[in-house]
């Protein structure tokens, strides 16, 4: 629908001079989230160990250059948000169908030396496998870490301290952020929010937004079993759609229990996956009319 302006309300806006207020620039930046192998298993009758992994650039600029951030950019001109996260998604990776799901707005003052940046920030959850990850014109490189959340000890009733630890298996760098949670409880409302204590070597404040995606994204998969298999192939076994749920819950499930829950998710297919040591396991697959409800 095209929205049609009275005669009074084009004379405001002619009149209007929209400079008056200083604007941000607007940008996106995008937590990448994928379960991949953690390189090559030494015993090929255990399942291959894999680890939820984040996608990260090495800055080849400044501010933060030799930094690690996330991947993302700035709005063009008449850009609108999402088809910006899309398409710097299908820039970094080469997904372009991938889920994308808004984690929060971050424009804290200092939070960019550069100036007043407003980011809308994303968590997209990929199939590792189809991705091709590359760095951007501002980008040294571009890799995949595990990533590790650990809870501290409650330091008082509102205040909790985290670290995150970013590993990258192929060439062991290491990165650790620490970070704390500060909760206010006014008016029977509670507001959570984020310090970064150390970087750690993470570029901006992209540590608080990681953090911030990861407990976002165990959340999700708690209340909604759906969103979890975003992050599996066309088809996989019901032993490695358990795997993915535990490494995203980062806890242990009861076989049985977890059987039962997604059995109204997933439908059988006439294929089996052979693996040396291994029994023959069938292959399973999204039920359809789930996903399109």
Partial sequence: MT???????????????????????????????????????DNIRKLQKKSLKVLLIKRASYP???CWALPGGFLRPGEDVIANATRELFEETGVSDAYLQLVGTYGEKGRDPRG??????????????????RAGTDAWE?????????????????????????????????????????????????TVSYEIVSGGGIAFDHA????????????????????????????????ELQNAFEIILDKKLLTANFRRKIADYVDETDKIIEGAGHRPAKLFKRKIEVFYD
Avoid at 14 to 38: C, G, H, K, M, Q
Avoid at 215 to 228: D, I, P, T
């Fill in 3 to 41: 929205y049609v302006c009275s005669k009074e309300e084009k004379e405001y806006l002619a009149r209007y001079d929209i400079s008056a207020y200083e604007r941000p620039s607007l940008a996106t930046d995008i937590v990448v989230f994928s379960i991949l192998n953690d390189g090559v298993s």
């Fill in 142 to 190: 571009a890799r995949w870490f595990s990533v590790e959340l650990i809870k501290g000890d409650a330091e008082n009733s509102s205040t909790v301290n985290y670290t995150l630890r970013f590993i990258n298996e192929e060439t062991g760098q290491e990165l650790v952020a620490e970070l704390q949670e500060h909760k206010v409880y006014r008016n029977f409302h509670r």
């Fill in 208 to 239: 608080k937004i990681v953090l911030n995606a990861l407990l976002s994204l165990r959340e999700n998969v708690e209340n909604n079993l759906k969103v979890a298999f975003n992050l599996m192939p066309e088809m996989f076994t019901l032993t």
């Fill in 64 to 66: 933060y250059k030799d």
């Fill in 116 to 133: 007043w940046i407003v980011s809308n920030t994303f968590m997209a959850l990929v199939d590792g496998n189809k991705c091709t990850p």
